[in-house]
């Protein structure tokens, strides 16, 4: 069966506006119903649901009809407009107006209502989530852009489950100075989710973006100029002006913060889980990401390939070579997704022989560390910047009660790595000899954090970080 809007010329040539719907064969093209309002309708898709399908007037109004019989069951005003949205699901139909309406699919009873922007908020469905992206409240005094939000609502009650603050150009002062309400249109085009990725295309900065869709941390960010991004079969595509790129899948983890030498020596274990057989590669690089050439390394310099049989693991050693300590991140890359974790191996003159493991660290722009420092004990944090962008990193200081201390930031390039102690952060803020508390981190572009828990500046064990989940 075809559904189709039947357009024909509105009041001014230059427009034209659909005015009756028509339900029909496509093996024969009969027509078996239609639905004419005399207001029109409203320029924006219909949605499916089972037995029922939704269609705005241009009066606001959605409309519901038995697919079958063409029958209306009922119809609600929802302030609709041109270019508003509507998603069906089985129990809710999703409305973008400019406020965002639930209603109950069978009976058109408002389910919950969200007041978001005057704008019509471009809006997604997947897994009981509702996710919508539209501009922030307004123009600063000073001309400053808003920022854009990017969020998720759960799907049964319209609670805010995350946000995530999008930057925006929306080029020079309107005629007559800045404006008091929100600027016109989105910067957010291509707005999707795909096997839990949230990817949108940020036109005013050309920038695509992939957010977690359950906890709303940045994955990754890559600037790009493109009219249009797709993804299909794990595959992104990049319609460019005159060809299309496509970048194949990437299964990538982070360690970030390796050393070896002067004492120390290392391991990396990389874990197959699958019933395939796989190679994966761990590449080492420095402080600045700049790659470090390892002993005895032939080919790429500081690149080793890692086969895996299936469900099996591998481990590279990089023993101390008593020569200067080389220090840095790791990238473990591989066909399918892995797990890594490394080890540090050091002689200490009371113990002896003594390790520390850390796992690997997912890509995040927001992490929590607990912080444990006197007595000789101390808490050193490593992070390293993900994206091919310069990223702002900030820092909060937080006590037992919760309360803000400190606040710190500054700017790192693109693929630079730091590892410092928490109190380095701060100097000469706060340099307590003493200390319980909690390190919160924030961050503009994708990054990798890890912490050591220190006595006396050796590595006794891994803590801990906390990160965004899903709720």
């Known amino acids: 069966m075809l559904y189709t809007l039947r357009w024909r010329p509105a009041i ?26 005399a207001v029109g309708l409203a320029n924006a898709p219909v949605s499916l649901s089972g037995d029922l399908l939704f269609v705005m007037d241009k009066a606001g109004f959605l409309h519901a009809f038995s697919i079958s019989s063409g029958e209306e069951i009922w119809s609600v ?21 400019g406020a965002i309406f639930a209603l109950n699919t069978a009976t058109g009873s408002v389910r919950w209502k969200q007041t978001l922007t005057y704008q019509i908020p471009q809006i997604a469905w997947a897994k009981g989530l509702l996710y919508v992206t539209y501009p922030g409240p ?25 946000d995530f603050a999008e930057e925006a150009d929306y080029g020079p002062p309107p005629i007559g100075g800045f404006p008091s309400g929100p600027p016109l249109g989105s910067v957010i085009t291509d707005f999707f989710i795909v096997d839990g990725t949230l990817y949108f295309y ?7 973006r992939a957010v977690d869709a359950a906890t709303g941390s940045l994955v990754w960010s890559e600037a790009a100029e493109s009219s249009a991004i797709v993804v299909s079969n794990s595959q992104l595509a990049l319609l460019r002006p005159d060809y299309i790129q496509m970048y194949l899948p990437a299964h990538r983890l982070y360690l970030p913060q390796f050393a070896f030498g002067d004492g120390y020596s290392l391991r990396v274990t990389v874990n197959n889980p699958h019933d395939v057989p796989l190679t994966a590669y761990v590449a080492f690089y420095n402080s600045s990401g700049d790659q470090v050439p390892l002993p005895g390394n032939e080919g790429n310099a500081n690149r080793v390939d890692v086969p895996l049989p299936p469900l099996s693991s591998a481990t590279i050693l990089l023993p101390d070579t008593g020569e200067t300590l080389q220090s840095g991140w790791a990238l473990v890359e591989a066909p399918l997704p ?7 191996q050091y002689t200490s003159s009371s113990n002896g022989l003594r390790e520390v493991g850390i796992a690997d660290s997912p890509p995040t722009d927001f992490a929590q560390v607990k912080i444990s420092q006197g007595a000789g004990f101390s808490t050193a944090i490593a992070l390293v910047v993900l994206s091919n962008r310069r990223a702002v990193i900030s820092y909060r200081l937080l006590d037992e009660q919760g309360e803000e201390l400190a606040v710190s930031g500054y ?12 109190n380095e952060l701060f100097y000469p803020l706060l340099d307590p000899d003493a200390f319980e508390g909690t390190l919160v981190i924030s961050a503009d572009q994708p990054i990798s954090v ?15 970080v906390g990160r965004k989940t899903a709720h």
């Open 12 to 37: 001014w040539p230059s427009f034209t506006a659909p005015q009756r719907l028509i339900a029909a064969r496509l093996d024969t093209g009969t027509t078996l119903w239609e639905y004419e309002p």
């Open 338 to 344: 892995v797990t890594a974790n490394l080890v540090y």
């Open 138 to 162: 307004g123009w600063a005094g000073d001309g400053s852009h808003p920022d854009t939000h990017v969020v998720a609502l759960g799907g049964e009650s319209g609670t805010l489950l995350w």
């Open 202 to 208: 940020n036109s005013s900065l050309h920038r695509i």
């Open 450 to 464: 890890t912490a050591l828990r220190t006595m006396d500046g050796t590595p006794l064990s891994a803590v801990p």
């Open 77 to 97: 005003d929802v302030q609709g407009r041109d270019g508003s949205w509507t998603i069906a699901t089985p129990e809710t139909v999703f409305v973008s107006t």
């Open 411 to 422: 700017a790192m390039e693109a693929h630079e790595q730091t590892a410092k102690f928490f």
